[in-house]
Structure formats: C-alpha cells, structure tokens
C-alpha cells in the first residue's frame, strides 16, 4: 500500500489535536504545573528514585530536581523517605494526594479523548487502533510491521 505524501503531516497535526484534548482535560483541574506532573509520573513510574535519578530522567541537573521536588513537597505532593537499607540514600516517594491527583487526571484524560472517539464512526474507531497498535510496534522495534499480525492481535 502506498503511503500519502502527507502522512507524515497529519499524524503531526493529530498529535497536536490530541495534546490539544489532553491539555483541555488537565488545565482547569490541576494546581501544579504540568513539569511538576511529569515528576510525579516519572517517580510513580520508577520507585525507589532518588533526586540523582529523576535529574538523570528529566536530563536536568540534580539542582534543578531537587528545587522541583521542594516544591511538590511543600504542597504535600511528595515526600523524602531515608532509605532503610542505606541511610545515606533519600528516595522520593509519592504522597497518597499525588496518587489521587494523577489517577483522577488520568481518569479526566480518558474521559476526553473517549468523548473525540465517541464522535467518530466504529470502523474508523477500530482503523485508529489496528494503525496505532502499528505504529507503535514500529516504533518501539524499529522493525517493520506485519499488518495481518497487527490486525489479529487487536
């Protein structure tokens, strides 16, 4: 099948929409900014993280990480727990209301971009997916992907 010259383009712009969408879902609910949400995401995604780790994540220096977390645990968001098993290690840990507050904004997110999907037809739903699916695997392989295999496994 031959790709469309402007492909490239409009995944571009539906990658803008959908940031567009998510963006819309987050700004009105959220207090903390949204570097200050990438923190906490990355710290629930990798436990066990000290302020060394999340600079390495952010590709920030460790100062920068740290006056980040200062300020998410001045509103309660994030805590510095000594490390039990060596003392001279302080790991970030997510407070239950940072919990909360991303789970609820993963929620929101849904919500919308389940609201933009509801406006389209099924069977472009389910072309969106199969080609999703496809273009994930590719990315994350680097290896070209079998549309039979793509299309049987969503």
């Not at 570097?35 to 993280?49: F, Y």
């Not at 199969?130 to 994350?140: E, H, P, V």
């Amino acid at each position: 099948m031959e790709r469309p010259p402007n492909l490239a383009a409009a995944i571009d712009a539906a990658a803008e929409a959908l940031v567009g969408v998510l963006d819309s879902a987050t700004a009105r609910h959220v207090t903390v900014s949204p570097t200050q949400l990438r923190v906490l995401s990355l710290i629930m995604a990798h436990p066990q993280s000290n302020v060394n780790r999340l600079a390495e994540l952010l590709d920030v220096v460790p100062s920068s990480a740290s006056r980040l977390c200062d300020r998410l645990e001045a509103v309660g968001l994030l805590r510095r727990v000594v490390d039990p098993r060596d003392r001279r290690e302080v790991r970030l840990v997510p407070t239950a209301g940072a919990e909360t507050l991303l789970r609820e904004l993963k929620e929101r997110r849904h919500q919308a971009v389940q609201a933009v999907l509801d406006r389209m037809p099924n069977r472009v739903q389910h072309e969106l997916l199969l080609a999703l699916l496809a273009f994930s695997q590719a990315a994350s392989t680097g290896a070209p992907v079998d549309s039979d295999t793509t299309a049987r496994t969503a």
